[in-house]
């Protein structure tokens, strides 16, 4: 697909504007400081996307406001004694130090262990800790994967898990290719399945348009309660959106 990227700034709001070959605007407001992105059909001038723009000046400052206000995680030290998420719920993490097999697992409801090496630095830590999540991932997506394309009457060639700094989820429908953020892990179950939902339902309808989301709505008809779970939920140092 053709596309064109460059920005305005309209009564002080910075305006990403990316022309594709599309036939509506999109205009939309993301975490975590409340960027803004208008795509638009390749004829679509720069005035015309300013008055679009012009026009919900008033609902992009009231989103703006919210995730200013939004809740932040602080950065992680990986250290015994802070909170890490797994599926929605806080956990605190134990480190112990091991000459034999690292990694994470959860010792009880409560406590996330990590084996480490003595001389493991922080971000040798973390890396072991995201190694964890995305093993969980890897059990929880393929049920996830076959209920909703035999629902959905498609099938994706391929899927993978990887970090992503602008996106909760990604698909390419030509190549019938979906991809989930690993920062999933650390939200609620139902934030996951939303995605697949979400990724999956764009192999039938390529953009958020009223066919896309009536195709959401008959088939998770309470996906904007999770989308709003999922996007108000305390937001790391790096967020997603979608």
Known sequence: M????????????????????????????????????????????????????????????????????????????????????????????????????????????RVLELHVRPEHTPEQRKRLLQRWYRERLHELVPPLLAKWQAALGVEVAEWGIKKMKTKWGSCNAKARRIWLNLELAKKPPECLEYLIVHELSHLLVRHHDDRFHALMDRHLPKWRLVRKLLNTAPLANETWEH
Do not use: C
């Open 2 to 109: 053709t596309t064109e990227a460059h920005s305005l700034t309209v009564s002080g709001v910075r305006v990403a504007v990316v022309r594709k070959a599309i036939k509506n605007l999109h205009l939309g407001v993301y975490p975590p400081d409340g960027r803004v992105r208008v795509a638009v059909p390749l004829a679509v001038s720069d005035a015309a996307v300013r008055v679009a723009v012009i026009g919900k000046l008033r609902w992009i400052r009231r989103q703006q406001a919210a995730f200013e206000q939004q809740e932040r995680e602080s950065e992680r030290e990986m250290v015994s004694g802070e909170s890490h998420s797994f599926l929605g719920r806080r956990y605190r993490l134990a480190l112990v130090e091991t000459r034999g097999k690292t990694g994470a697992v959860l010792r009880n409801r």
